[in-house]
């Protein structure tokens, strides 16, 4: 079944990380912003390895063989450039011989103050039959990520479907749970509130930005 994993719903180390990427003042180092994305991605990428398929194995010790229960494979991981790449460095640090796919997708904001979403360009390996882990640092509205899942889902038939978020908003998670009920949900923190743009509120700012420098 779908799961809903909020992890800042337990206490652990892991919401120092979490309170580090919301203060304002600590967001200026951005090597730190950068990392405790990492550490946010490695503890969701623990919780998601639950989750997988195992087989035993027999690995040669010096002194014998021990029986290891390890992956039948590795999972494919995605994120959509560029606030995620941190992100998506986490998940890659545990899942370290796993393949990525890169999405290239961004809002066209309308006079109105609407937008739509174009996914300009999405470089994958083979996802047929494989678990597929998408990973986004910020899931405002749940627009992006439901559009370019849907495009993959329409091109492979792919085993599980994961989305892991650090920060995302209420209606985002519904939004998703409407239109990809297959996906299990992996989020650090759920805000209730967005702004009229569909910033999260408190949320943390400009996510990519912060890690890389401000846009033109």
Same mark, same amino acid.
Request: hydrophobic share 45%; proline share 4%.
């Given at each position: 079944?779908?799961?809903?994993?909020? +992890?800042?719903? @337990?206490?652990?180390? #892991?919401?120092?990380?979490?309170?580090?990427?919301?203060?304002? %003042?600590?967001?200026?180092?951005?090597? !730190?912003?950068? !990392?405790?994305? %990492? !550490?946010?991605?490695?503890?969701?990428?623990?919780?998601? =390895?639950?989750?997988?398929?195992?087989?035993?194995?027999?690995?040669? *010790?010096?002194?014998?063989?021990?029986?290891?229960?390890?992956?039948?494979?590795?999972?494919?991981?995605? *994120?959509?450039?560029?606030?995620? $790449?941190?992100? &998506?460095?986490?998940?890659?640090?545990?899942?370290?011989?796993?393949? =990525?796919?890169?999405? *290239?997708? &961004? !809002?066209?904001?309308?006079?109105?103050?609407?937008? /739509?979403?174009?996914?300009?360009?999405?470089?994958?390996?083979?996802?047929?039959?494989? *678990?597929?882990?998408? #990973?986004? @640092?910020?899931?405002?509205?749940?627009?992006?990520? /439901?559009?370019? #899942?849907?495009?993959? +889902?329409?091109?492979?038939?792919?085993?599980?479907? &994961?989305?892991?978020?650090?920060?995302?908003? @209420? %209606?985002?998670?519904?939004? $998703?749970?409407?239109?990809?009920?297959?996906? =299990?949900?992996?989020?650090?923190? /759920?805000?209730?509130?967005?702004?009229?743009? =569909?910033?999260? /509120?408190?949320?943390?700012?400009?996510?990519?930005? $912060?890690?890389?420098?401000?846009? +033109?």
């Amino acid at each position: 079944m779908p799961m809903l994993f909020i +992890l800042n719903q @337990t206490n652990t180390i #892991c919401n120092q990380y979490l309170a580090e990427l919301r203060d304002a %003042e600590v967001q200026t180092d951005r090597m !730190r912003f950068r !990392r405790n994305q %990492e !550490r946010i991605g490695e503890a969701l990428a623990y919780e998601i =390895s639950k989750q997988l398929k195992y087989i035993n194995a027999e690995v040669q *010790t010096p002194l014998g063989i021990a029986q290891v229960n390890v992956p039948v494979e590795q999972p494919v991981l995605g *994120t959509i450039l560029r606030a995620g $790449l941190p992100f &998506h460095q986490g998940f890659m640090n545990v899942f370290d011989q796993a393949s =990525s796919a890169f999405i *290239t997708a &961004h !809002r066209k904001t309308k006079k109105n103050g609407s937008f /739509v979403i174009d996914i300009e360009h999405i470089s994958s390996p083979d996802l047929e039959g494989k *678990t597929f882990i998408l #990973c986004d @640092t910020m899931l405002a509205t749940g627009q992006s990520v /439901v559009q370019v #899942c849907k495009e993959i +889902l329409a091109q492979y038939n792919i085993e599980a479907l &994961h989305i892991a978020a650090v920060i995302a908003s @209420t %209606e985002g998670v519904e939004h $998703l749970r409407a239109n990809l009920p297959m996906a =299990s949900l992996w989020i650090g923190a /759920v805000d209730e509130e967005m702004t009229t743009k =569909s910033y999260i /509120v408190p949320g943390l700012g400009d996510a990519g930005d $912060l890690a890389f420098g401000e846009k +033109l």
